[in-house]
């Protein structure tokens, strides 16, 4: 490690605070529906789709109409994107002239795309055509983030009303998500990329003839609006196979520090977002905290764990201080690497500019364990912040007690209700993840895709099932993804962990709004504080470590402790 | 507190309470029986088929053990309670009621057996008869011993009419008579339903117990899957795991210290509550009490001593302090009222005079009559009165036939009325003396249990018949927060319905029919035993010693009781990681042996490092049923400081504790060779 690469890690999380701060200030008044800068130029635009879709944005749904409004509504994307995937072969822009995606792999997509995970069992460039990307692949990315963002926002109101029947209008929510926040932001950093030199162009390929003479067809096409929205949006489906790791996906260390900062800024000021909504910013400040520290430490021990490299390549005579640049980009080094490493998957957006299976075993127990804490630190845009939220409610019922009062979270008590719900959600992921990979790793069909044998095998398969539960999306490398077992386990694992969270999340933001908001006094359990933000940390720690540490002991602890012996795989 | 007679009948208790559709009720105790069976099949298989049982068996054993421990703390603390019951149920015995036809006609009852009395029956009630049923006075009225319920052999007066008409049944009327008119049926009476709460028979979980109870089922789910999973994972890394082992990996991994002790925790709250003398109608209303952040209570009684005592004398100009203390001293002699007593120690006190042993020669005392509101005394022709300032002022305008200047003395009477004071004019003829200031006298240490009360984000307010300015000035020397003066019934009850919109939780006391309304509206309304029937039916707590100032005491039990349940919950959760160190690496070392790496206790075998995660996972549960009986010390804090003293002991306590306990047993299994 160098402090050079520390001093860009630092740089970077300033860079993201100081924009997400105003950000947050931003949509707090874009959710409450108050005047912000934009409210000139947009709101007439607000209101005439309102006007064609028939929606009435003073009218609010009760949490039950909330969830059917979500559900019915990505249940009409899912079956859209199913249909221009299969149907690619026949639609406009399509200059390679591909033919129709198979239909495991196109209901693996569409379900990948519509629940923000952007899981990709193919290779963009070979599979896709321009309009499967940019109607198909790129709509949603703005549609699932927007989702996200809508129903944290209505938990968010959850805590912040007293007494009340409803949590939000779910179309309203979107219909701002996507008009104030998302696409002003994609736009300005799209030409920002331009300007940084990524594609943006509706031309498939370019011809070069190399300096031995041969000729070579290089693809290219609209990468810098999907790049940006893919980062903005936490979704990470890269329009290139290898994703952020392409030169053109992010040409430049610049481009690389623009991209993570993309991915971080929506999401974090989301949070503080959240403190302004419930008019206590300390509470916002405490969750970012949260998030910061444990976000800080994956990036330390990835970047520890790289910059130590291995016993081989010690062995092998290379240079102490290269650490373990396989699988690296050398533009980027170790520190970025490293960070984008961490950024990806303690978000749910899931792009990599690095390959995680060449990292050594820690460094790349690191992204998979921050996945499987439930896609919180700082999480997918709005999933990051209900997921918190919902870890913050299991912290505060347990501790709270211990001050001698029912514990109660922003005012609000935390009773039988809502313990049930919240344990409902976090029961998805271990569930579906420990049980997917335990069929897997039995399983012929599922054990013929790993390129690897022994502890870094069963990597493989964790952090697939991992990345899909958590609606991350970006894969360990060296899984062979697309097949039918994969395809469908991996399909059933997002939607799982996308809507089978989302519901009883929901149910938690109707029986809180329902509550009368309880003033806070010196009694109050305080959730402002270093003490809570330590216990929030520990909750987390200790919740996620108890429910994984078994599958990662056999995987990447089993591989690390061996590859130290002489051992690899 | 733990008796040998309990504790052998809880030994018995904890095996019935092994019946399987018993235990369903507490999931995790139910799950660790059910793995319990399976180990225990698993051992007669291995026995049978001669393969090596030892270590099965043990393991089977120290799972039942870990459910007859979590059977044991329950059966103690209902024992406890059954103690209780007992006591009571003696006053219970059958009891021969005169059932009177006529109210007129007293001397034609009919004996009758309590049992049979219905609601509405009329029954005689005669010096040394037991009341049979809890009632109304009707008529008369009478001294009551009401130790049976109250524990307390002082008898107390009841009477018809007003607020002190509601007998209890069981109670021994030891003077006069009553007639009693019957309010509930045989079997639903106050001391039924008393024996039935302190025995638990009608126990329910509380609100707060089944959120908890959905979170540690909840956590079993989580490891439930965690473990069954590893066997998948296992099979894939060649470390394929014993039935037993997964077993032992769940039972230490599920929270079973919480799970055993959870209802003991509650059983052993109410009985806290129980020994106070309180007696709560719900463990709801208990948990309720540990939430209130406003208490309402009554001025008098609880924050001042409740009569109003002599605390100056100010003289007028041209009459000396001593001069004026005399004055008052013989105007009070004769005078046996609570105030008048005061102003005499007063003058003893502070001016070191002395009352005469006997009255002076030729005194006449007037008494105080409500068309003149003075009194005091003549000797000879000094005329001294004292007394309301107005009749005080008109005196000495009839016996000096003329203007009396009083600048001063109106000047004086000013200043105590502004604080709050009573003033009490003197006066000797036509001379004015001076006046005395009479005052509420607050308790000495209750400004200071008022600010641990704000401390701890308690509001308290206080409830007076005075008029505001009085109320002002009493609420800022008492130091409450809020006060409603010249309360009515209506006042209390809006105050709660406003307080509560606010997002409050509200307690208060009352014992009169009129406190009924506000009473049910309050979270925690505690009625006093003295109190009516319609009090003690809207409150959901009754103080058997009717004494209001115990109602910051029942916050605290409440308090204790949630504090308890969130302290183990947290050590229980907090001891996970300490077993994973033990049984992770003793699960896989021998498929892949550098994971010994992980065994940081040095753990002697794979199988020692188990059994000892076992032993200890049991043992604990008994090492903390005193804890859980007792009630974490619980002291009046700010909710952050007690945050962080339990979190510090039971969440850092929690982690370490185990580290070292395993490894204590690991090196006991080992010496006795039992791995």
């Given at each position: 490690m160098t402090i050079n690469g520390w001093l860009q890690i630092a740089v970077l999380f300033t860079a993201v605070v100081l924009a997400a701060v105003p950000l947050g200030a931003f949509m707090a008044k874009v959710y409450a529906g108050k005047r912000n800068v934009l409210t000139p130029f947009l709101a007439p635009v607000e209101k005439g789709f309102y006007a064609l879709a028939g929606v009435d944005p003073a009218r609010e749904q009760s949490w039950r109409s909330y969830a059917l409004a979500m559900l019915m509504f990505n249940a009409a994307g899912f079956a859209l994107l199913y249909a221009i995937l299969r149907l690619q072969g026949v639609l406009p822009l399509n200059p390679q002239g591909f033919s129709g995606v198979a239909p495991d792999l196109a209901f693996n997509t569409a379900v990948s795309f519509v629940t923000n995970t952007n899981w990709q069992a193919y290779g963009g460039e070979t599979t896709m055509s321009h309009f499967s990307q940019m109607a198909g692949l790129t709509v949603h990315n703005f549609l699932s983030a927007a989702t996200g963002l809508a129903l944290a926002m209505a938990l968010v109101r959850g805590f912040a009303r007293s007494k009340a029947p409803t949590v939000g209008n779910f179309w309203v929510d979107m219909t701002r998500s996507t008009l104030y926040i998302l696409l002003p932001l994609a736009l300005v950093t799209a030409v920002v990329l331009v300007a940084l030199g990524v594609p943006q162009t509706l031309v498939a390929s370019v011809g070069a003839t190399t300096l031995e003479g041969a000729k070579q067809t290089i693809a290219i096409g609209p990468v810098a609006s999907q790049v940006a929205i893919k980062q903005l949006g936490t979704n990470g489906g890269g329009f290139f196979n290898v994703n952020a790791a392409h030169p053109f996906e992010n040409p430049t260390a610049l481009t690389n520090f623009v991209e993570i900062w993309q991915m971080l800024v929506i999401s974090v000021a989301t949070v503080f977002a959240f403190g302004r909504l419930v008019g206590d910013n300390r509470q916002g400040r405490a969750l970012i905290a949260v998030m910061g520290i444990l976000l800080l430490a994956g990036v330390a021990i990835t970047y520890a764990a790289e910059a130590a490299g291995t016993p081989m390549l010690h062995d092998a005579g290379?240079?102490?201080?290269?650490?373990n640049m396989e699988g690296k980009e050398v533009r980027f080094g170790l520190a970025l690497s490293a960070l984008f490493a961490a950024v990806t998957t303690g978000l749910s957006c899931g792009a990599v500019n690095a390959m995680h299976a060449s990292f050594t075993p820690i460094g790349g127990l690191v992204p998979m364990f921050l996945i499987q804490?439930?896609?919180?630190?700082?999480?997918?845009?709005g999933s990051g912040l209900y997921g918190i939220l919902i870890m913050a409610i299991i912290a505060v019922f347990v501790a709270g007690l211990m001050v001698g009062r029912t514990p109660e979270y922003l005012g609000k008590k935390i009773e039988a209700k809502e313990v049930k719900m919240a344990m409902l959600a976090v029961l998805i992921l271990p569930t579906v993840i420990l049980g997917f990979s335990a069929v897997a790793a039995v399983l012929p069909q599922a054990l013929a895709g790993l390129s690897s044998a022994g502890p870094h095998g069963l990597s493989e398969i964790l952090y697939a099932y991992s990345s899909a539960t958590g609606n991350n999306g970006s894969a360990f490398a060296g899984l062979s993804a697309n097949s039918v077992w994969y395809n469908t386990t991996l399909g059933f694992a997002m939607l799982l962990g996308r809507f089978a969270y989302i519901v009883p999340m929901l149910a938690i933001a109707g029986s809180l709004a329902a509550k009368t908001r309880l003033e806070s006094s010196t009694g109050t359990f305080p959730t402002h504080g270093p003490l809570f933000i330590g216990l929030l940390v520990g909750v987390i720690l200790i919740l996620g470590g108890l429910q994984f540490f078994p599958a990662l002991a056999l995987g990447p602890i089993a591989e690390q402790v061996l590859m130290l012996a002489g051992k690899t795989f | 507190m733990f008796d040998a007679s309990i504790l052998r009948q809880a030994v018995v208790d904890a095996f019935k309470k092994l019946n399987p559709a018993a235990l369903a009720r507490n999931p995790v105790i139910f799950v660790t029986e059910v793995v319990a069976l399976l180990v225990t099949v698993l051992f007669v298989r291995d026995l049978w088929t001669g393969a090596s049982a030892f270590f099965t068996g043990q393991i089977a054993v120290w799972l039942w053990f870990t459910v007859l421990f979590a059977n044991f703390a329950e059966a103690v603390a209902e024992g406890r309670g059954r103690a209780q019951a007992n006591t009571l149920r003696q006053a219970r015995t059958d009891t021969i009621a005169k059932k009177l036809?006529?109210?007129?006609?007293?001397?034609l009852f009919q004996k009758v057996s309590a049992v049979e009395l219905q609601v509405g029956d009329l029954v005689l009630v005669e010096a040394g008869d037991l009341i049979p049923g809890d009632g109304r006075i009707v008529e008369g009225i009478a001294s009551v011993n009401e130790a049976a319920i109250t524990g307390e052999s002082a008898p107390v007066i009841r009477e018809s009419g007003g607020d002190r008409s509601a007998v209890t049944g069981g109670t021994t009327v030891i003077s006069d008579w009553l007639v009693v008119e019957i309010t509930a049926a045989a079997g639903s009476s106050f001391l039924d339903r008393m024996i039935s709460l302190v025995e638990g028979a009608e126990r329910q979980k509380t609100p707060n117990e089944i959120a908890l109870n959905v979170l540690l089922a909840g956590m079993t789910i989580i490891f439930l899957i965690t473990v069954v999973t590893l066997a998948g994972l296992g099979r894939y890394s060649a470390a394929d795991v014993p039935v037993p082992v997964l077993v032992a990996l769940l039972v230490t991994l599920i929270p079973t210290t919480i799970g055993g002790l959870l209802s003991a925790i509650g059983i052993a709250g109410m009985d806290r509550l129980i020994r106070f003398n309180v007696l709560a109608m719900s463990g709801r209303a208990v948990e309720a009490a540990g939430d209130v952040d406003t208490l309402l209570l009554d001025k008098t009684g609880t924050i001042t001593f409740g009569n109003r005592m002599a605390s100056e004398i100010l003289p007028v100009p041209g009459v000396s302090e001593r001069q004026a203390a005399e004055g008052a001293l013989l105007a009070s002699l004769a005078d046996e009222t609570s105030e008048g007593r005061s102003i005499v120690t007063l003058v003893q006190e502070k001016y070191g005079l002395r009352a005469p042993?006997?009255?002076?020669?030729?005194a006449r005392f007037i008494e105080f009559s409500a068309t003149t509101r003075l009194s005091g005394v003549d000797i000879g022709d000094r005329r001294l009165r004292k007394g309301a300032v107005d009749a005080v002022l008109r005196f000495a305008r009839d016996v000096s036939g003329g203007t009396v200047a009083h600048s001063a003395f109106a000047a004086n009477v000013d200043r105590i009325a502004r604080s709050g004071g009573t003033p009490l004019g003197l006066v000797e003829s036509g001379q004015l003396l001076g006046v005395i200031h009479l005052k509420d006298v607050v308790k000495p240490d209750i400004k200071e249990r008022f600010a641990e009360l704000r401390r701890m984000g308690i509001r308290t307010v206080m409830v007076t018949g005075d008029n505001p300015v009085t109320a002002a000035a009493i609420a800022s020397e008492a130091g409450v927060d809020d006060f409603i003066a010249e309360a009515t019934p209506q006042d209390k009850l809006d105050y709660i319905r406003g307080a509560q919109t606010e997002g409050r939780l509200v307690a208060m006391c009352g014992d009169g029919t009129n406190d009924a309304p506000a009473l049910a509206q309050a979270d925690v309304g505690v009625a006093m035993q003295s109190g009516t029937q319609a009090a003690r039916e809207a409150g959901?707590?009754?103080d058997l010693d009717s004494n209001p100032t115990k109602l910051i005491e029942v916050v605290g039990i409440g308090k204790q009781l949630l504090m308890t349940r969130g302290s183990l919950t947290t050590f229980s959760i907090a001891n996970d990681v300490a077993k994973y160190f033990a049984i992770i690496p003793a699960l896989f070392i021998a498929a892949i042996p550098q994971l010994g790496i992980l065994n940081v206790m040095g753990l002697s075998t794979p199988q020692s490092a188990i059994l000892s995660a076992v032993i200890f996972n049991a043992l604990i549960i008994v090492a903390l049923i005193p804890l859980a009986l007792r009630g974490i010390p619980y002291r009046p804090r700010s909710a952050a400081m007690l945050l962080r003293r339990n979190l510090f002991i039971y969440g850092l306590g929690g982690l370490i504790v185990p580290f070292i306990g395993i490894k204590v047993i690991d090196l006991a299994v080992t010496a006795i060779g039992w791995a």
């Open positions: 290379l240079n102490l201080a290269d650490g804490l439930g896609e919180i630190l700082p999480g997918g845009v | 036809y006529d109210q007129d006609r007293k001397e042993a006997e009255a002076p020669v030729g959901n707590m009754v």
